[in-house]
Structure formats: C-alpha cells, structure tokens
C-alpha cells in the first residue's frame, strides 16, 4: 500500500463518515505521499503547510483529492448510490488501492447491512469476522484471508450489477 492510498482513506473519513480529519493528519499524509512519488499539483501546497497555515488543510485535501480521484462516490443514501458504492469498494479491492480489512468492514456496514442483507455481500462479512477473530493457530493466514476478499470483490465485479 502506497501513501496515496492513505489519502484515499482520509478521503473515504471524510465524504462518508463526515469525519473531520485533522490538519495535522491532512500535511503528515501528504507529506508523505509526496516523498512516495505521489504526484498532484496541490499536494506540495498541502504537504508544505506551517502550524499557522493549517486553516488551509481542508481545501487543499480536497483539491488533491479531486486532482487524484480518489474520493469515494457520494451521497450514499439511495439503494442505487450504495451499489455505486460498494462497485467503487470492489474496484478499488482489485486494483490494490484499499486494504482488504477496510474496503470489506465498509462494505460490510455501509453494504450489507444498509441494503438489507443481500447474499452477495455476505461472504465479505464472514470474511471480515474471519479476519477480526483470526488467531496464529489458524490454518489460514491473514495474507490468504485478504486475498479471498480481493478474489470476492473480483467475482462480484464480473457478474451482473447490482448483484443480488
């Protein structure tokens, strides 16, 4: 996982969870994207802001959130626009952009549970419990249960949509 993908989970905090994230978090994250190659013509602004400057952080997280794309689609309150969201989860699950244990807890909560339940979101919550409740002496490793919930998130991408 990159520091860009970092920026996307503070992206997902915020546009989802209205959460309202530091500034200091804001120019750490993007100080560090920026040493990880992350390219985005606001992201120097962001990442090079003082402790006086900090009234700035927001805007310019969200410039270098629009300037990289990465923000998850939002409102998410319509049947429609949870599938859409759950789609942006799968997607951002193949191409390696969110880590397996927080792309499937939210589609678990923001999914599962606000669609009522469909079938074809359940093995992302056994998977996720597997993860929570995982323990050493498991024939399975941590590693092997993410990729299943990568293999999941790419079974459901290729079949119809919205899947049942």
């Known amino acids: ?5 970092d920026l996307r989970v503070l992206a997902i905090r915020e546009a989802l969870y209205e959460e309202i994230v530091g500034a200091d978090v804001l120019i750490a994250t993007a100080l560090s994207a920026l040493l990880d190659g992350v390219d985005s013509p606001s ?4 990442a090079g802001l003082t402790r006086r400057e900090e009234g700035e952080a927001h805007d310019l997280f969200n410039a270098v959130v ?3 794309n990465i923000a998850p689609p939002t409102p998410a309150k319509t049947t ?7 789609r942006w989860l799968c997607q951002a699950l193949v191409d390696g952009d969110l880590k397996p244990e927080y792309a499937s807890r939210i589609i678990w909560w923001e999914g599962w549970n606000e669609l009522g339940y469909p079938d074809s979101l359940r093995p992302f919550v056994g998977l996720m419990s597997e993860w929570e409740e995982w323990t050493p002496s498991w024939n399975i490793s941590r ?8 293999d999941e998130a790419r079974q459901l991408l290729d079949g ?3 899947p049942k």
């Not at 996982?1 to 993908?5: A, C, E, F, G, I």
């Not at 429609?80 to 759950?86: D, G």
Request: negative net charge; without cysteine.
């Open 80 to 86: 429609p626009e949870r599938w859409n969201l759950v």
């Open 43 to 46: 992201l120097p602004l962001l």
């Open 160 to 162: 119809p949509w919205p």
């Open 66 to 68: 629009n300037e990289l």
């Open 143 to 150: 590693n092997d249960i993410g990729q299943l919930i990568v």
């Open 1 to 5: 996982m990159t520091h860009r993908n």
